[in-house]
């Protein structure tokens, strides 16, 4: 495939036997894109080359950012020491500068992003570059499916810069929110809205290709990586033939596992609330990865 960082691993399945795209660290292959703000651009060069795992990559006027040096601590499921001398230093990730004032990091995985916006958010001072939003594939790809260069290999432009995105509108969205609650005169009715609107929202399918804001420096990394990880469920299992699973039933999953392990003591709790005047409802792979080729082989 003329890049090792993409694996094939086989899948076996009814009816049909697929070939997962994974990537060289063991990830399932998922273009993602992670959006920057530049305050300064002469500072993130400058961070960029005091960075041994960092490299300029001519061809693609990219700064390179690679599974080497600084960034070798970095834990995948498959890490650093596991790689085959042959496939190393594997390319995480392209950043490119698009203007003075924007920059985007292209990478093949959720994990990568997750661990991109940690590793970078350390070498690069705030006061320069910022995180703002991503933008993310919600699906698994076929070695089957006769992928072209342009969706396996980077910059990823035919997915992320098209106009048949789903780009959020929170203007929208509260304003639907609000006249739905706005419909309500009591005051149940109006939290039973407010749960019926999100549960209604939760029962559709992920856009194909979804920009979701970063809230990095708000929330941490800590919800960004839960909102990708359910997104990766969802897409795990249309991959395995369950393609009407959405986020309410994950959701679902996840509120019933922890009836399942704490169900007694929530009980007990609820037992000790003084009584409102008012009734309470509790509410396989085997693939193929993309192979990320060594360095020297892709250049």
Same mark, same amino acid.
């Given at each position: 495939?003329?890049?090792?960082?993409?694996?094939?691993?086989?899948?076996?399945?009814?009816?049909?036997?697929?070939?997962?795209?994974?990537?060289?660290?063991?990830?399932?292959?998922?273009?993602?894109?992670?959006?920057?703000?530049?305050?300064?651009?002469?500072?993130?060069?400058?961070?960029?080359? *005091?960075?041994?795992?960092?490299?300029?990559?001519?061809?693609?006027?990219?700064?390179?950012?690679?599974?080497?040096?600084?960034?070798?601590?970095?834990?995948?499921?498959?890490?650093?020491?596991?790689?085959?001398?042959?496939?190393?230093?594997?390319?995480?990730?392209?950043?490119?500068?698009?203007?003075?004032?924007?920059?985007?990091?292209?990478?093949?995985?959720?994990?990568?992003?997750?661990?991109?916006?940690?590793?970078?958010? *350390?070498?690069?001072?705030?006061?320069?570059?910022?995180?703002?939003?991503?933008?993310?594939?919600?699906?698994?790809?076929?070695?089957?499916?006769?992928?072209?260069?342009?969706?396996?290999?980077?910059?990823?432009?035919?997915?992320?810069?098209?106009?048949?995105?789903?780009?959020?509108?929170?203007?929208?969205?509260?304003?639907?929110?609000?006249?739905?609650?706005?419909?309500?005169?009591?005051?149940?009715?109006?939290?039973?809205?407010?749960?019926?609107?999100?549960?209604?929202?939760?029962?559709?399918?992920?856009?194909?290709?979804?920009?979701?804001?970063?809230?990095?420096?708000?929330?941490?990394?800590?919800?960004?990586?839960?909102?990708?990880?359910?997104?990766?469920?969802?897409?795990?299992?249309?991959?395995?033939?369950?393609?009407?699973?959405?986020?309410?039933?994950?959701?679902?999953?996840?509120?019933?596992?922890?009836?399942?392990?704490?169900?007694?003591?929530?009980?007990?709790?609820?037992?000790?609330?003084?009584?409102?005047?008012?009734?309470?409802?509790?509410?396989?792979?085997?693939?193929?990865?993309?192979?990320?080729?060594?360095?020297?082989?892709?250049?």
């Amino acid at each position: 495939m003329g890049d090792s960082d993409l694996v094939d691993t086989l899948m076996f399945g009814e009816p049909v036997k697929k070939t997962l795209i994974t990537t060289r660290t063991g990830e399932p292959y998922q273009p993602s894109r992670v959006y920057y703000q530049v305050f300064n651009q002469k500072t993130v060069i400058g961070a960029f080359k *005091k960075l041994r795992c960092m490299q300029w990559e001519p061809r693609l006027n990219a700064w390179r950012w690679l599974y080497d040096q600084e960034a070798r601590k970095i834990r995948f499921d498959v890490s650093w020491n596991q790689v085959p001398k042959e496939y190393r230093p594997i390319v995480l990730g392209d950043f490119y500068f698009r203007g003075s004032t924007e920059m985007v990091l292209d990478v093949r995985s959720f994990q990568r992003v997750i661990h991109a916006i940690q590793f970078f958010d *350390k070498h690069i001072n705030r006061r320069a570059a910022r995180v703002t939003k991503l933008r993310v594939v919600n699906k698994f790809f076929d070695m089957n499916d006769q992928l072209g260069d342009e969706q396996l290999h980077p910059p990823f432009d035919y997915f992320f810069d098209r106009e048949d995105l789903d780009l959020p509108d929170p203007v929208a969205f509260a304003r639907e929110l609000e006249e739905t609650i706005q419909e309500q005169t009591d005051e149940g009715d109006r939290i039973r809205a407010f749960s019926s609107f999100l549960e209604e929202r939760s029962k559709q399918p992920l856009p194909e290709i979804e920009e979701i804001p970063a809230h990095f420096y708000e929330d941490g990394i800590e919800s960004l990586e839960m909102a990708l990880t359910m997104r990766t469920v969802e897409a795990r299992q249309h991959w395995a033939g369950n393609t009407k699973f959405t986020q309410f039933d994950l959701i679902s999953e996840m509120v019933q596992a922890i009836r399942d392990e704490f169900g007694d003591e929530v009980e007990a709790e609820a037992d000790e609330v003084p009584d409102q005047g008012a009734d309470q409802e509790t509410d396989q792979e085997d693939g193929r990865e993309i192979q990320e080729t060594p360095q020297e082989a892709e250049e």
